[in-house]
Structures are given as C-alpha cells and as structure tokens.
C-alpha cells in the first residue's frame, strides 16, 4: 500500500472510531437526562471530543439525535416475522407475543425515557412513527383479515401493548408466562371471528 493510500485509510479509521465514540456518548447522555436536556457540548465531553467535532460528524443535534435513535432501533432488534419457519396463525400469534414482550424487555430501560420527549423531539416521533408501522404490519401479516374485526383489533394492540407488558411484569410473571397468557387469549379471541 502507497504511502499516501495508507494515511487516507488510517484517517478513515480514525475518523469511523471518533464518530462511533460520539454515539456511544450520545446515548449514554441521552439515556441519564434525555436528549433535549442532552448539549452538543454534554456530548463532546462525554467522548473527549469538541463539539465542533460533533457537528463535523453528524451536522446538528438533530442530525445526531437521529443516528443514535436509528442505532438504537437496530441494536433493539423491532421484532420481524421475515426469518420465522412458523406456520399457521396459532403459532405465529405465539411467537409475535413473545418476540413483542423481549423486545420490550429489552427496551424497557429506554421507554421512559423516551416517552416524556415525544411531544418536543421530531427525531422521536419519526422514529416512534417508524415503529408503530413496522408493528402494524407485521400484525397484520400474522393477524390477516381477523385484524379487520374491531374487537380483534382492540384486543391484539392493547394486549400487546408495553403498558399491558409492565403490568405483567410488575404483577411477577416472567416474559415467557406473560407471552403465553396473551397469545392464548389473542388466538381465541381471533378464533371467534
């Protein structure tokens, strides 16, 4: 590798390091006080950078705020049906409830955080809208046309809601008990229509 080749690649290098720093400052910021209480300048410190550096990277606190929620989306895994083998509603229904209350599980930490934000941040808010329609199809492929019923359609978004998971959880079940209670309750309310 020439002389010149071999800076531009360690520049790369450097420069892919110092940004993934500024991710992990960023969540770490936004995950003790939120992200509108979250600077640039929070951030920069956080990952031992200025916060010109930051806006190098990611252009704004927007633009940074959209990342690392695009990371955490990813790193969170929303649950999608395109690698499961099950067949047949019954156990697709199982296997949607319990892929919905890890998911949850994992996420747990981050909802409350998130949630007192939604009003104020628009990077949320897209991200939530993301969200709610990746679920609203993956329901709808598990669910078909039982989801056309209103009351199939009540039942499986507030069953499967994070409200109804924390109940459960906080009453002492684990995600497994909590996953089968709904997706029994969910398949013979489907079964119904």
């Known amino acids: 590798m020439s002389p010149r080749l071999y800076s531009m690649a360690?520049?790369?290098?450097?420069a892919a390091h110092t940004r993934e720093r500024i991710l992990v400052a960023a969540l770490s910021c936004y995950r003790e006080k939120g992200i509108a209480a979250t600077s640039l300048q929070a951030v920069a410190r956080r990952a031992e950078v200025s916060a010109a550096t930051v806006l190098n990277h990611f252009g704004s606190a927007d633009g940074l705020a959209r990342i690392v929620i695009d990371r955490l989306t990813a790193d969170l895994h929303i649950p999608d049906d395109s690698g499961w083998t099950e067949r047949g509603r019954r156990t697709r229904v199982q296997r949607l409830v319990v892929e919905m209350f890890e998911f949850y599980e994992r996420s747990r930490p981050w909802f409350d955080v998130f949630r007192a934000e939604l009003d104020v941040?628009?990077?949320?808010?897209?991200?939530?809208?993301?969200?709610?329609?990746?679920?609203?199809?993956?329901?709808?492929r598990v669910f078909g046309g039982a989801l056309g019923d209103e009351r199939?359609?009540?039942?499986?978004?507030?069953?499967?809601a994070p409200s109804t998971f924390v109940a459960?959880?906080?009453?002492?079940?684990?995600?497994?008990?909590a996953a089968a209670l709904i997706a029994d309750t969910l398949n013979r309310t489907a079964a119904d229509t």
């Open 152 to 160: 199939v359609r009540g039942a499986v978004f507030g069953l499967t």
């Open 121 to 140: 941040d628009p990077a949320l808010r897209e991200g939530e809208a993301g969200y709610w329609q990746a679920i609203g199809d993956l329901y709808a």
């Open 10 to 14: 360690k520049r790369a290098e450097q």
């Open 168 to 177: 459960l959880r906080d009453a002492g079940m684990s995600v497994e008990d």
